[in-house]
């Protein structure tokens, strides 16, 4: 069995030059933690529901152990720790908790984890839907023009499923976009809705 990958162009970025193409894994469906679990009673002597019992006490004191300051190191797996974030412009001198957020749980793998990937193979696998939709400024105008005559807002989403961008070419064009004075964020910096300008689409 093969990992599939497919080859998608990097972003451009002004005045700087790098590698065009990069691989990414094309994922299949999903594996779900009753697949895992029944997979893994199938392996010992524990039940599924055994299996799934212990991921649900692993899963909460996960929690409770990176909610008071730890990291956590689950042997030959790896370590969890967690990333925070605040707003670019938060006063350091009135900073509270309510000013700080979680970004995300980081994952290290252990070194023998990881080096379990150096023996996998690979296989060339073109995903059509992956990859973003190449249109020039005009048809992106044309489209939001298109779709602000029967919406008041959209989200970053609504954008992806319109012009056919991927998540990270969304985020770079709707950047643009509000520079550019064509939208502009009716929402919040972690929660933003995307409405026209006044007199911009028309």
Sequence with gaps: MAIQFDLFENPEKEGLEGPRLHAKVITKNMVTTRDMCESISRKCTVTPA??????????????????????VHLNELGFF????????DVNPKHVSSSDIAV???NFTPDKDFADKFKTVEF????SHGHHSTKLDDKE?????????EKHHFMTRREF????GFNQVK???????????GVICNA??????????SEGVLD
């Design 123 to 126: 296989k060339r696998c073109t």
């Design 170 to 180: 969304s985020l770079r064009y709707i950047h643009r976009l509000i520079e550019d």
């Design 160 to 163: 992806e499923k319109l012009t």
């Design 140 to 148: 992106v105008n044309e489209l939001l023009q298109s779709f602000f």
């Design 187 to 196: 929402g919040t910096r972690y929660h933003p809705i995307y409405v026209k």
């Design 50 to 71: 055994d299996v799934s019992g212990v991921l649900a006490a692993l899963e909460d004191e996960m929690f409770q152990a990176l909610s008071n300051g730890y990291s």
């Design 81 to 88: 720790t967690l990333s925070l974030k605040c707003a670019s």
């Design 103 to 105: 970004r995300t749980i």
